[in-house]
């Protein structure tokens, strides 16, 4: 009775003991499988991993977005039911999010494949049936076949039954090999969804299959090249921006319509979790040792050893007078025009998609160009950090950034997804690295920052006139001054960081918002210094001053 309590009271209520294996509904017994054909067309949506902050590198080993992948296949249906097996889809599959359409009689049941075709699973499956086993004496390279019968399975040592009697593979210390006849009903190469569905008249039809798949991730990787002597006020530099998809999964999509998503999505779902791809189990092998444990084995072990047969054909050299009379070879053809990926709404995020297909290869990583602009305008500045109730006492270097606005009228005008920027100068017949910093999503319009590196010579020493010991600060003005320090020959602009207008309430300097912090711009002069002083304090309630 406990064996009936395991299945669907509407199935089984009738049902005795004896047949209760049977106890399945017999058209789901009846139904014909059917092979979809390979995949015609492919498209592929990359989402970046919706829990990597900004300047956080994609992990190649962990890579934790995802994608949405639809395939474009063609099955034939006969009369009746039938069961279409999709094979090769991604082992990172999240199955119930998979949608099939394109079906006359849509779909009664879904399933995903838990047995991969491994060493393990082979043998498993293959116990108690004949197999071959051959083996070669490295002496002489004559090799010698022999039926065997599986008698164990392949959690821990391979035991054969020969006509000799009974022994275990690879103990023998002679380069051995199983051949199998077929592989086992239930087994496959490559992950497989299948699903039921039912068709009165059958037919041939053209489906799509789309599905989330984890193990998918992309970033943007920018490289920008500033022009050598450029004034600190009217900058130029060129900026080229690369997509780089990155696939986990162990399949590879040829010849894919791809595209890839920037922006933050609410992912709820652990499809990580969803997707628990099938594992291929190893084959687990025991021998007995031979003599000392200590020792080791005296029988060599050829396992690991490959003969290497290298083969030559003789080439006759072209003579001086056959080589002058050849025709010159024709000039190499010109360089094809650059691919670029095209930027496109998607609501509220941006789709960059490559117009030409593109193979997206298994554990690999594909770089496609979305971004390649020439003579920005951009300006010089400097940037210091001076935030309340916060002394340095000792001269701090500002931060040397590169400002320039996301329009067309200063070259840009493209939504810029977050990503690593590695940054050169030209000079002297090369290109020489100055910086690499993080970019986060910049749409159209916003000001962009490059910083480049830490000034030696602009410094700024942010002194508070706090009392700590004395609650009434956060009650009272607290005097707040910086000294800010420029080296340079000429004169420079440095915005400093006041904090958030969340948090503190100014008084007695000029300062604006720039991304939800007050900002006060100085220009320190040539060798010289300028020194900044306001009031702060907490906010206070309504009604207190």
Not at 112 to 133: C, E, H, Q, Y
Not at 219 to 243: H, I, K, M, P
Not at 360 to 375: D, I, N, S, W, Y
Not at 413 to 433: D, M
Request: glycine share 8%; net charge negative; proline share 8%.
């Amino acid at each position: 009775m406990r064996l009936l309590s395991l299945r669907p009271a509407w199935l089984c209520a009738s049902a005795g003991l004896a047949t209760v294996a049977l106890c399945v509904p017999a058209h789901a017994q009846d139904r014909v499988a059917v092979e979809a054909s390979a995949p015609e067309a492919l498209a592929v949506t990359v989402y970046r991993d919706p829990n990597r902050g900004v300047g956080q590198p994609m992990n190649p080993n962990w890579p934790q977005g995802f994608a949405m992948i639809s395939e474009t296949r063609t099955v034939t249906l006969p009369p009746g039911e039938s069961r279409i097996r999709f094979d090769g889809v991604a082992e990172g599959m999240v199955a119930v999010s998979a949608i099939v359409s394109g079906l006359p009689g849509g779909t009664i049941e879904k399933n995903r494949n838990a047995d991969l075709l491994s060493p393990a699973a082979l043998v498993n499956g293959m116990l108690g049936n004949r197999v071959t086993i051959t083996r070669t004496d490295p002496a002489t390279g004559a090799s010698a076949s022999d039926d065997a019968i599986v008698r164990t399975r392949a959690d821990g040592g391979l035991v054969l039954q020969t006509r000799d009697g009974y022994e275990a593979v690879s103990c023998s210390g002679l380069p051995e090999r199983l051949t199998f006849g077929g592989i086992p009903d239930g087994l496959s190469a490559n992950p497989v969804f299948t699903i039921d569905t039912a068709d009165e008249s059958g037919g041939t039809y053209t489906v799509t299959l789309s599905y989330l798949a984890w193990g998918f991730d992309w970033e943007a990787n920018y490289v920008a090249t500033v022009d050598e002597g450029g004034d600190a006020d009217d900058l130029r530099f060129d900026l080229t921006s690369w997509l780089t998809i990155l696939n986990d999964n162990g399949q590879s999509f040829m010849g894919a319509e791809l595209m890839a998503v920037a922006g933050t999505l609410n992912v709820v779902s652990d499809f990580r979790q969803l997707a628990a791809p099938p594992v291929a189990q190893p084959l687990q092998l025991t021998c007995y040792p031979f003599g000392s444990t200590a020792a080791g084995s005296p029988i060599p072990d050829y396992r690991d050893r490959q003969t290497i047969v290298v083969t030559g054909n003789r080439v006759e050299r072209a003579t001086m007078a056959d080589m002058m009379m050849a025709p010159p070879p024709p000039p190499p053809p010109p360089p094809p025009p650059p691919v670029l990926a095209g930027e496109e709404n998607l609501g509220d995020l941006k789709l960059y998609r490559v117009p030409v297909p593109v193979d997206v290869t298994a554990q690999g990583l594909k770089q496609v160009a979305f971004l390649r602009e020439e003579g920005i305008e951009g300006a010089l500045a400097y940037r210091a950090t001076c935030f309340p109730i916060y002394s340095n006492f000792q001269p701090a270097p500002a931060q040397l950034v590169i400002e320039t606005v996301n329009n067309e009228e200063s070259g840009l005008g493209a939504a810029l997804p977050s990503g690593q920027v590695t940054i050169f100068e030209r000079g002297r017949g090369q290109e020489l690295l100055v910086g690499q910093t993080s970019l986060r999503d910049f749409a159209n319009g916003q000001d962009v920052e490059l910083t480049l590196s830490s000034s030696n010579q602009v410094f700024t020493t942010c002194t508070s006139g706090a009392d700590r010991s004395n609650e009434e600060w956060r009650t009272n003005w607290t005097t707040m001054s910086a000294e800010l320090t420029n080296a340079n020959p000429h004169p420079v602009t440095v915005r400093v960081n006041l904090g958030s207008p969340v948090q503190w309430e100014y008084r007695g300097i000029r300062e604006q918002v720039q991304d939800g912090q007050r900002i006060a711009e100085v220009m320190v002069p040539a060798n010289g210094t300028r020194l900044l002083e306001w009031e702060v304090r907490p906010p206070q309630p309504e009604g207190e001053d």
